[in-house]
C-alpha cells in the first residue's frame, strides 16, 4: 500500500546537498503534514572520518526510542553510496508505525532508487550502532539478492511455500513484481458476498507462516455494527467486508462496508508481520473489487474495534446538510 504522502521540495532540495557534497554523512527524514520532510542533515567534521564514528557521534543521538524515522547514510565509496535506513521502533504510536510502513518504498523513489545500495528495517536503537550495521552486513550476505519489495514480503519463500501449502491459493498483485497468495475459500467468500448469496460478512487475516490470506471462519450474521464488532478480533489486525444492510428516514439500504482494524497491542507482534497488513491492503481491496465485484461505499481504519460504532457509521453513510439559512434584515423602528 502507498500512502499518498510524497517528498516536500525541501527534502529534495536536502537530499540534492547531501549527494552533492561528501562532508554530508547523513539526512534524517520524518512525516508531518501529510508530506516527507528533512529533519537535519548530518554533517561530518572530518573528511578521514569513518562510517563507524559518524555513525556514534552523529546519527545516534537522535535515534529516541518511540519515534520512527527515516535516515539516509553515506555509506560506500562508490556509486550508489547510500543506505536508507527505516527506523520503527516497538514503542511508537500505531498509526505512525503504519504510515511510516506505507511510504518507505515512496521515500527512495521519489530520491531516486539509483542512489540506494541498500535499505532496511530497523526496530531497535542498537541495530543503528556500528557493531548493529555489522550484523545487518552479515545477515545480507547470506540472502539472495532480491528487489526492494521482494524483501518486504518474501515473495521467493511465498512462491516456494505455494507449492506445498494444502490449502488451495490463487495469487493476487501488489505489483507486476509482486504477488500474494489468497486462499480459494477466502477468494469464494469474497465471490459469495458480492454475489448477495446470504452473506453478509467476510473477514480476512494474514498467515505468518505462508504470508498468504486466509479466511478468518465465523458462521455469525450480524445485524447491526454492534454486533459486527463483537466478532472483529481485538487482538490482532482484520480486513473486514461486511454488508450493512439498515433503514435511514424510512429508506431501506445495504452498502457494503470496509474495514481495517490493527489493535495497539499487536505492537508485540514482528514488525516484519506488522508491515504486511498496511501493504496488503491494497491488494486485498483491489481483489476484492476485480475478482469478486466488491466495490465498498466507505472505508474505515482503526486501531481497536471498539472505535467502531452504529453512529460514526450512519454519520458516514448518511452526512447531515447544513442549511444555510440567508440573511434577514431587521425590521425598521415603528413597523
Known amino acids: 500500500m502507498q500512502s499518498g504522502i510524497s517528498a516536500s521540495q525541501e527534502l529534495v532540495s536536502q537530499f540534492n546537498d547531501l549527494l552533492a557534497s561528501p562532508s554530508h554523512f547523513g539526512l534524517l527524514v520524518t512525516i508531518a503534514s501529510e508530506e516527507l520532510r528533512p529533519l537535519q542533515l548530518l554533517t561530518s567534521s572530518s573528511s578521514s ?100 519489495e521482494e524483501r518486504s514480503l518474501g515473495a521467493v519463500r511465498r512462491a516456494e511455500q505455494e507449492a506445498g501449502m494444502g490449502t488451495a491459493t490463487r495469487e493476487m498483485h501488489l505489483s507486476k513484481n509482486l504477488a500474494t497468495p489468497i486462499a480459494d475459500d477466502a477468494l469464494q ?27 478468518v471462519r465465523d458462521e455469525s450474521t450480524p445485524a447491526s455494527i454492534p454486533e459486527l464488532v463483537q466478532t472483529i478480533s481485538p487482538t490482532e489486525p482484520r480486513f473486514t467486508f461486511y454488508r450493512f444492510s439498515h433503514v435511514h428516514n424510512g429508506s431501506e439500504s445495504s452498502p457494503l462496508l470496509f474495514f481495517y482494524t490493527c489493535p495497539s497491542n499487536f505492537s508485540t507482534k514482528a514488525i516484519k508481520f506488522r508491515m504486511m497488513y498496511p501493504l496488503m491492503k491494497r491488494a486485498v481491496l483491489s481483489t476484492a473489487e476485480q475478482d469478486a465485484g466488491l466495490k465498498p461505499e466507505k472505508k474505515f481504519e482503526v486501531e481497536d474495534p471498539s472505535e467502531i460504532t452504529e453512529q460514526s457509521v450512519l454519520d458516514e453513510l448518511h452526512p447531515k446538510v447544513e442549511v444555510k439559512r440567508g440573511f434577514n434584515r431587521p425590521k425598521r423602528p415603528g413597523r
Do not use: C, W
Request: negative net charge.
Open 49 to 148: 572520518a569513518s562510517f563507524e564514528s559518524n555513525v556514534e557521534s552523529l546519527l545516534q543521538p537522535h535515534i529516541k526510542p518511540n519515534e520512527a524515522l527515516y535516515i539516509l547514510l553515506r555509506r560506500y565509496q562508490s556509486a550508489p553510496a547510500l543506505v536508507a535506513v527505516t527506523y520503527v521502533p516497538d514503542t511508537a504510536p500505531v498509526r505512525q508505525k503504519m504510515l511510516f510502513a506505507s511510504t518507505r518504498l515512496t521515500l527512495v523513489r521519489e530520491l531516486g532508487s539509483e542512489h540506494f545500495r541498500d535499505t532496511f528495517f530497523a526496530t531497535l536503537p542498537e541495530e543503528l550502532s556500528p557493531a548493529g550495521f555489522k550484523k545487518h552486513d552479515a545477515h545480507s550476505a547470506l540472502e539472495a539478492p532480491l528487489t526492494e
Open 189 to 215: 467468500a469474497l465471490k459469495d458476498l458480492g454475489a448477495g448469496d446470504k452473506r453478509s460478512l467476510v473477514m480476512l487475516k494474514i498467515n505468518p507462516e505462508s504470508e498468504s490470506i486466509e479466511l
